[in-house]
Nanobody
């Protein structure tokens, strides 16, 4: 069982930056590929970024390429999402998720989810 707690969301102006964190419980964090997803009101949850167990491989949705960076610190049981050049369309609840399998952009491959953190980007 893995419990995930996101933090770092908030209100930011367009063009600004935020760094999201996701702290995981347990001693097997490095056994999980990790992902970030987001869900805006009235829309389906969508993939943002994923990272392999070791952190050596990453994968991004087109919407975040060049602006978002996913990273992890296995010693701290934490995964991060650095978001730069934020746009109003990035406004959403951001969720981190853990997968026993390989990193993926599909929600159904993730086994554990956090409660989410709100990101609001004003124009």
């Amino acid at each position: 069982q893995v419990q995930l707690v996101e933090s770092g969301g908030g209100l930011v102006q367009a063009g600004g930056s935020l760094r999201l964190s996701c702290a995981a419980s347990g001693r097997t964090f490095s056994s999980y590929a990790m992902g970030w997803f987001r869900q805006a009101p009235g829309k389906e949850r969508e993939f943002v970024a994923a990272i392999s167990r070791s952190g050596g491989s990453t994968y991004y949705a087109d919407s975040g390429k060049g602006r978002f960076t996913i990273s992890r610190d296995n010693a701290k049981n934490t995964v991060y999402l650095q978001m730069n050049s934020l746009k109003p369309e990035d406004t959403a609840v951001y969720y981190c998720a853990a997968s026993r399998g390989y990193m993926s952009g599909n929600t159904f491959t993730y086994d554990y989810w956090g409660q989410g953190t709100q990101v609001t980007v004003s124009s």
